[in-house]
């Protein structure tokens, strides 16, 4: 296992990392020499990993008892281990030669011949390439991958590269991965990802030549796990060879992971075109997926062109990979003009079109739209919904809480033979989960077993989510460890649920301890992780920490959402940094971001604090303006203001503008709290307002101002008001039991 990737991005979150307890710095000191202590060194890091475990395991599972824990081997490889790649054996690093073993090494040990070629390399290298070249030791596979490490880590990348050339030369060395890996390994924990990327491509050379070029390709992809990126020099030598040798599969493998390298993308076409390797349909589809992930579709347009002058011309297919990508940025509309494209090339798109479009539609609200392309399949006579139609639109009507339609789709779908997968049972339950029905989602989890259904990751976060916010955090922690007996790893997405549930209990120092340790094993947060952090911060008032996630997050190129703006709008207001709080909103109007009631709400609510009335009154009609309906807060808080003030008339105006319900509903609410202290005056105005437009007065309404006239002695206003109600009885119309 390689140790975490302190590139500079990362370099961001690891300022918490220093705060090691001194038991760990002097077990390290033990392992390295103090002019070795760099975040580099790889058996460092690895210790401090391992004895760290214990302490995030208890952040992760703070409920179980210490006898509840697994053994440190089991969190290591279930929990905290890279993933494992299909090369795991040869992506280890090996353990680096420590100076005193070096020197005090036996001659005969497997150690002191380490330590004699060591030297021996160390003074041809000395002498020159040319002395090295005449090198004469005979060392196994074992003892030349110490040796590499021993002289990256005592001498350098170059007297490691050096060595490196001295072995590929010979037979036993040129065709051994694990030489070759390991070589890579050490310039990799060095950060000399460029003489690394030079490994890379001697292996592409030297395995090409017995056949083996597919085994050495699929590693330079494997070495992304152990922080080495992809080279446009590394991925071009590959298809050099795989163009001259024939094998377009690979190829075609090559588009296909060079997801990172899009930018590059149009420079191999090129080349590819140069060498007369012709590109087809299917290599089209790999570089369509490419530019759309990335959101480059003007390049994908002008690849569609250059199919057209090649004649072959973009099929269904190719088409069909561009309308996913479209739906998956959210460019809906754009993905049914290209559906527009399609028919007018007398194309018919097929059921994993039109599965593709509902899905998209689904995903950003239009369920209705979306239901109605389903039942245009329902009633084609060519295509039939598939499972994954069905369970697009399943997720669409969970994921607006319209559990009853997702139901009865289920059973229509069940009536068609077809059986519901690991996502449809995944999407029933995140729908049952967010709706508090957690013992539905337990039934839909055990039935999803019985019919061998595999329940994922997101299945489990899902369930865990609901259970933390219902209050049942024993039973999510007990669920964690059930999947991860399963073999299942956290993703992050189960890390910002935990961390979120530490916020939420006020564990401050646990949410950003296990941030930051997230962060820097190489789970890269996303937006939705830096919104948790940032409300997370701003709910307890420490918004300089609030302030400084926003900035790493932009610094990432993430871009906030109206959550994270808001959370941060929220903060500043409660601790009454209104014109903070005003900059932060004047931030999301320049980013495009739409601010909703909820955002108006807390910087309105704000401003009152404030004693700014007019400004937060300018905002909320604003946001009438804009046809936002304000939260039932927002229109009560700033009519108080103005009542307090003694502005009864704009208090009136304030809640003027509101559906008569939502109006009825913030009067009786204003009246109770005007009359709570002893305003009775600007509570009898809303009062005779409330029965001068015809509509009752509930009972708890009519109790708080009576209430509220006895204690200021005002009984001359208790009988006025009764006896207008006596005349409003007569009329059918009074007191009521609730609000309307």
């Not at 409920?63 to 089991?74: A, D, E, G, T, Y």
């Not at 029965?691 to 009988?719: K, M, P, Q």
Request: charged share 25%; aromatic share 10%.
């Amino acid at each position: 296992m390689f140790a975490p990737n302190f590139t500079p991005k990362n370099k961001i979150f690891a300022r918490r990392f220093k705060k090691v307890s001194d038991f760990k710095q002097m077990s390290i000191a033990k392992i390295c020499k103090p002019s070795l202590m760099q975040p580099s060194n790889v058996e460092a890091m690895l210790f401090l990993q391992a004895s760290t475990s214990h302490h995030i395991y208890r952040l992760i599972f703070p409920k179980l008892k210490p006898h509840f824990l697994f053994c440190r081997h089991f969190y290591q490889d279930r929990i905290f281990s890279i993933a494992k790649s299909r090369f795991s054996s040869l992506l280890q690093t090996p353990t680096p030669i420590l100076l005193d073993e070096v020197s005090n090494a036996t001659m005969d040990s497997p150690s002191g011949i380490v330590g004699r070629v060591f030297n021996l390399v160390c003074q041809s290298y000395d002498e020159g390439d040319q002395s090295l070249r005449f090198l004469h030791v005979d060392i196994s596979i074992e003892q030349a991958v110490a040796v590499v490490a021993l002289l990256a880590d005592r001498e350098g990348s170059i007297a490691a590269l050096s060595f490196f050339h001295w072995a590929i030369v010979r037979a036993q060395f040129r065709h051994s991965m694990r030489f070759y890996i390991a070589t890579a390994g050490s310039l990799v924990a060095r950060g000399n990802f460029e003489k690394a990327q030079e490994v890379m491509r001697c292996m592409i050379e030297c395995f090409a030549e017995v056949g083996r070029l597919k085994e050495a390709s699929n590693m330079v992809f494997e070495m992304q796990n152990g922080g080495l990126p992809l080279s446009i020099h590394t991925m071009n030598r590959i298809l050099r060879i795989a163009a001259d040798s024939g094998l377009i599969g690979l190829a075609q493998q090559v588009f296909g992971e060079m997801e990172g390298l899009v930018g590059d993308v149009e420079k191999l076409f090129k080349a590819m075109e140069a060498r007369g390797f012709r590109m087809d349909n299917v290599t089209c589809t790999l570089i369509v997926d490419a530019f759309c992930k990335k959101g480059l579709f003007k390049k994908v347009f002008w690849i569609f062109e250059r199919m057209y002058e090649m004649d072959v011309p973009p099929n269904l297919i190719n088409y069909t990979a561009l309308i996913n990508g479209l739906c998956k940025r959210g460019s809906v509309k754009q993905a049914f003009q290209v559906l527009e494209e399609i028919v007018g090339k007398r194309m018919k798109p097929n059921v994993y079109t039109h599965t593709i479009l509902i899905d998209g539609l689904c995903k950003i609200g239009w369920t209705e739209r979306a239901f109605r392309l389903f039942m245009k399949l329902i009633r084609s006579n060519l295509y039939k919904p598939n499972v994954y139609t069905y369970t697009a639109m399943i997720g669409g009507y969970c994921k607006e809480g319209k559990l009853n339609r997702a139901a009865m789709l289920l059973s229509k779908m069940r009536e068609q033979d077809l059986l519901p997968n690991t996502n449809t049972f995944t999407a029933l339950i995140d729908g049952n989960c967010k709706q508090g029905d957690i013992d539905r989602a337990f039934e839909l989890l055990d039935e999803m077993k019985s019919v061998d259904c595999i329940p994922t990751i997101h299945t489990y976060n899902s369930m865990v989510d609901g259970m933390f916010k219902k209050g049942r955090a024993n039973e999510a922690h007990k669920l964690l460890q059930e999947c991860l007996l399963q073999g299942l790893k956290l993703d992050k997405v189960t890390y910002t649920i935990l961390i979120n549930e530490h916020f939420r209990r006020g564990r401050i120092a646990q949410a950003l301890e296990l941030f930051d340790w997230m962060v820097g094993n190489g789970y890269q947060a996303d937006i939705k992780t830096y919104t948790v952090m940032i409300a997370g911060c701003c709910r307890q008032k420490r918004m300089e920490e609030g302030e400084k996630f926003l900035s790493d997050c932009l610094k990432l190129g993430l871009k906030p959402t109206k959550q994270t703006y808001t959370s941060m709008i929220s903060g500043y207001c409660r601790d009454g940094k209104t014109q903070s709080a005003l900059r932060i909103f004047e931030k999301m109007i320049q980013e495009a971001c739409m601010p909703d009631s909820v955002t108006y709400g807390a910087l309105i609510s704000g401003l009152c604090k404030d004693s700014r009335l007019e400004e937060a009154r300018a905002l909320y009609e604003s946001m009438l303006d804009k046809g936002l309906v304000p939260c039932e807060v927002t229109g009560i808080t700033l009519a108080y203001e103005f009542c307090k003030r003694e502005k009864i008339e704009i208090a009136m105006l304030v809640l003027e503008r509101l559906e008569k319900k939502h109006w009825v509903q913030a009067a009786n609410i204003l009246i109770r709290k005007l009359s709570s202290v002893g305003n009775v005056d600007a509570a009898l105005l809303f009062l005779n307002k409330l029965l001068d437009v015809d509509c009752s007065v509930d009972h708890i309404t009519y109790t708080a101002f009576l209430s509220g006239c006895y204690e200021n002695n005002r009984y001359s206003l208790v009988s006025d008001l009764s006896e207008r109600i006596s005349m409003h009885i007569g009329g059918n119309h009074g007191l009521k039991g609730e609000i309307t």
